[in-house]
Each structure stands twice: as C-alpha cells, then as structure tokens.
C-alpha cells in the first residue's frame, strides 16, 4: 500500500473507534470530558488538586424517546458521541457509589456538536 493509503486507513479507524452506539449521520451530537473529582480532602492555595481524567462509559439519554446512546471515554477522559438534533440527559455508567455523576441536560443542534464537561463526584470530601 502506497504511504497516502496507510494515514487515509489510519484516519478512517481512528474516527471509527472514537464514535460510540450513536444516532444520526455524524454532523450533531455531543462531545467533550469526563472528569472526577474533588481529589483531595482539603485544597490548600499555592498547590492545587485538579480534577483528573474519568475513563468509563458516558450515557446519553433522549428525553423524547427514552433511547439510550453510549460511548466509552478514551484515557484523557474524552468522548464523542453522534446524536440526533434533540435533548439528551447525559451521565457515566458507575457500577459502584461514589463515584457517581449527576444528569445533565444537553440539547444537540442541527449540524452541530455540543461540548460538555461530565462531573463525577469522587466523594472525598
């Protein structure tokens, strides 16, 4: 295979492996981060305790139909998940409690990608 051909296979796995069990043509949906924290008990100034990246499975939830969407995050807590124009209760898939994740509302636009931080709280308080 001549090198032009190998970066184009490359490119297409790559976009494949990133998408999730969406809907729709890949123009809407959503995107963006899952993060967990707090991380520490206490934050004190001059050292900060950021929140770190959250590999699991974020949901997304049609509000009108009740169809449920995945998508597993990639080690930096990234996703990205093409949807249908609507509104979507988005979350993370958690088997144990903490950590856990609030439901966020999320409306996708027509030929629009909606960016998103995911929260999941740790518990350390």
Do not use: N
Request: hydrophobic content about 35%; proline content about 9%; some cysteine.
């Amino acid at each position: 295979m001549k090198p032009f051909a190998l970066v184009l296979v490359a490119v297409a796995v790559t976009v494949t492996s990133c998408g999730g069990s969406g809907a729709g043509d890949g123009t809407s949906g959503i995107r963006g981060r899952a993060l967990s924290g707090p991380q520490c008990p206490v934050e004190v100034q001059g050292s900060p305790c950021p929140d770190l990246p959250y590999e699991g499975t974020v949901i997304a939830t049609d509000t009108q139909s009740g169809d449920e969407f995945t998508v597993e995050t990639d080690p930096q807590g990234r996703f990205e998940l093409a949807l249908e124009p609507g509104t979507y209760e988005v979350s993370i898939v958690s088997e144990t409690s903490p950590p856990s994740a609030k439901l966020q509302a999320a409306t996708v636009e027509p030929g629009a990608f909606t960016e998103i931080i995911v929260s999941v709280d740790t518990g350390i308080r």
